[in-house]
């Protein structure tokens, strides 16, 4: 490893002015992923500037919805009852990911940018584009069990593996950032990129920018919900293929559904044209079986994942019956 500098700064300002002033210090929150990829030779930041001191831990509720801290831990939400009563589907999501001792480390902005876990990504001896711009892709004629089924290139086609992002993608989430020029909101459908010829950008975040804490609105498909999460152990997995989840329904109509998917693309996969679909419609198991067809629309497998085709769908319908409460 490196040797690099280490800082601790008190003020949000001065955070930023880090990054901004050195091209090659880096944000480090719980460093589950960052301390990771250091070890492996994927980081080298020549300064880590540790956010902890900074006032990011709030979980807060007003008519709006709800505002979570970027360093509120993946536990600490998990288990707040405010969280718990508005919005389970995040709950879900945090407790299916990783295992309670990282969870315990973990915060909301950190997993939110965590790093694929494509293995020739992890591998510096094999090509990556993500990794290495310019020197391939192993997995696209490699082993690629894990890998997308749509929205990749042929420059990439690695997964982003946060099961919480798949839920606040579904939720209608925001992001709310600050860089040197002020603060902005990003939705959180918008802030992760598919790979297209620079996969080495997972979000259109600026590498100064400093994740301040995430919006969720207060909506009527909050209640019911459900996250599904299929994967090789029951914990400590990454999702093969993860559905998030939401319905509003008035006397067996659908009023709203959103729906999320993990596992199946370079960013969180919302199912819009599914979600379309649905709305207007009786619960009926035939129903969200379209929707799950519908979802697949454009899905294409490679050597090794062709087991994703089938997967996705029965995963979409499971995961829609769960939230009607018809499963
Ligand atoms: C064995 C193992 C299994 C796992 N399984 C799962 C799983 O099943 N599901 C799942 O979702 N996750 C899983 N994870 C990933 C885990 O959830 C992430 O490592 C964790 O959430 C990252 O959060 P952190 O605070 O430790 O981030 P860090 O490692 O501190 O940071 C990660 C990145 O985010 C940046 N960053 C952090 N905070 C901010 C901020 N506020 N603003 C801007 N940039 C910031 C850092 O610069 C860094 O680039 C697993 C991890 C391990 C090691």
């Known amino acids: 490893m490196n040797q690099f500098q280490y800082i601790q700064p008190a003020k949000q300002k001065a955070a930023i002015d880090a990054l901004t002033k050195d091209?090659?210090?880096?944000f480090i929150a719980g460093g589950t992923n960052l301390l990771d990829l250091m070890k492996r030779g994927l980081a080298a930041p020549e300064k880590l500037v540790d956010i902890n001191k900074l006032p990011l831990k709030k979980i807060e509720f007003n008519n709006n919805g709800l505002r979570i801290g970027a360093l509120a831990l993946n536990s600490e939400v998990a288990q707040d009852k405010l969280v718990r009563e508005k919005q389970p589907?995040?709950?879900?999501?945090?407790?299916?990911?990783?295992?309670?001792?990282?969870r315990n480390m973990a915060t909301m902005g950190g997993n939110i940018l965590q790093r694929t876990?494509?293995?020739?990504?992890?591998?510096?001896a094999l090509p990556c584009n993500k990794r290495?711009?310019?020197?391939?892709?192993?997995?696209?004629?490699?082993?690629?069990?894990?890998h997308a089924i749509f929205g990749f290139s042929d420059k990439c086609i690695a997964v982003h593996p946060s099961d919480m992002s798949v839920a606040l993608a579904a939720l209608d989430a925001t992001v709310v950032v600050a860089g040197p020029q002020g603060e902005r909101q990003i939705l959180f459908t918008d802030l992760h990129r598919l790979p297209g010829d620079q996969p080495e950008k997972d979000t259109i975040l600026e590498r100064n920018e400093l994740i301040l804490a995430i919006d969720i609105p207060d909506?009527?498909?909050?209640?019911?919900?459900?996250?599904?999460?299929?994967?090789?152990?029951?914990?400590?997995?990454?999702?093969l293929v993860s559905v998030a989840a939401a319905l509003a329904t008035d006397k067996n109509i659908i009023t709203a559904a959103r729906i999320a998917m993990g596992g199946v693309a370079h960013k969180p996969w919302r199912l819009f044209e599914a979600e379309k679909f649905l709305e207007g419609k009786?619960?009926?198991?035939?129903?969200?079986?379209?929707?799950?067809e519908l979802a697949m629309q454009g899905a294409k497998a490679f050597n090794h994942n062709a087991y994703k085709l089938k997967l996705a769908p029965n995963s979409i319908a499971a995961a829609l019956k769960a939230a009607a409460g018809i499963a």
């Open 23 to 26: 091209a090659k210090a880096m």
């Open 282 to 292: 009786p619960v009926s198991e035939a129903n969200f079986r379209s929707a799950a």
């Open 117 to 124: 876990r494509c293995p020739y990504f992890y591998d510096i």
């Open 89 to 102: 589907l995040l709950v879900q999501a945090l407790e299916a990911g990783a295992s309670g001792q990282l």
């Open 219 to 239: 909506k009527p498909f909050a209640q019911k919900v459900h996250y599904l999460k299929a994967r090789d152990r029951a914990s400590y997995a990454f999702a």
């Open 132 to 146: 290495e711009p310019g020197s391939g892709c192993g997995a696209l004629a490699g082993f690629n069990r894990m």
